[in-house]
């Protein structure tokens, strides 16, 4: 696997190559293969360095942008159709190491999976360079995103409303938890339990866990409405 271009294009060489060959790795293939580890620990840490660099730079970006504002911006830059589109554009999908069903199944542009790639990519680069090194990254990745102004229609994502309305009624924001998968591999449904501030729980299932957690906030709004 020829990976000396893709760190070019990230504008980081690896010290340690093999916390990138693990988070160019898919479950599937770890599956099959005996002793190699998968990227999903990975993708779970660089879900969150992605997030509180954008969430800084959106902060710096639009001083007098409020917190709905920049929760919108925030979720229009890292939500998975971009993410997808970003790692076509660092060729991800030409190295990430599929298992054959996976691979059958037309895995290798499934936008889901490119997005968690690029988000165990940057999981990998924060391992490797530390925090400074990782924001660098995202920040020259992302150079060209953002938007000119802070003000942006509304979208239809309910992760990002269920956070605004929880704030405003309680101070506080929903948890989501990863509560389990079902099916085969390549036909993996994952679920996903939003815990409001108030302890309701409300489950959702998707063929992604931002799928999953988008429906389990849809839910949620649902019964806030009601109320």
């Not at 409020?66 to 929760?71: I, K, R, S, V, W």
């Not at 830059?77 to 971009?82: A, C, D, G, H, R």
């Not at 076509?88 to 999976?113: F, I, M, S, T, Y």
């Not at 925090?131 to 938007?147: G, K, N, Q, S």
Request: hydrophobic share 35%.
């Amino acid at each position: 696997m020829d990976i000396g271009d893709l760190q070019e294009c990230i504008h980081h060489r690896f010290d340690q190559v093999k916390l990138l060959e693990t988070a160019l790795t898919h479950s599937s293939y770890a599956n099959e293969q005996e002793g190699n580890a998968d990227n999903e620990r990975l993708e779970f840490l660089g879900d969150a360095v992605l997030e509180l660099c954008i969430s800084e730079e959106g902060f710096k970006r639009f001083p007098s942008a409020p917190e709905g504002q920049l929760t919108r911006i925030r979720s229009q830059l890292v939500k998975e159709k971009s993410l997808a589109a970003i790692a076509r554009g660092l060729g991800l999908c030409d190295h990430v190491l599929l298992g054959r069903g996976e691979e059958q199944q037309g895995g290798r542009e499934r936008d889901a999976l490119l997005a968690d790639v690029f988000e165990a990519l940057m999981g990998a680069v924060f391992l490797d360079g530390g925090f400074e090194v990782a924001r660098h990254t995202i920040l020259r990745i992302f150079e060209d995103r953002w938007p000119e102004q802070a003000v942006l229609p509304e979208i239809k994502d309910y992760k990002s409303r269920l956070q605004e309305v929880a704030q405003e009624r309680f101070r506080d924001r929903p948890i989501y938890v990863l509560a389990g998968t079902l099916g085969p591999e390549h036909e993996k449904v994952f679920q996903v339990d939003a815990t409001l501030p108030t302890d309701e729980v409300f489950r959702g299932e998707g063929t992604s866990v931002k799928r999953a957690e988008q429906e389990a906030a849809r839910q949620a709004l649902d019964y806030l409405q009601e109320e």
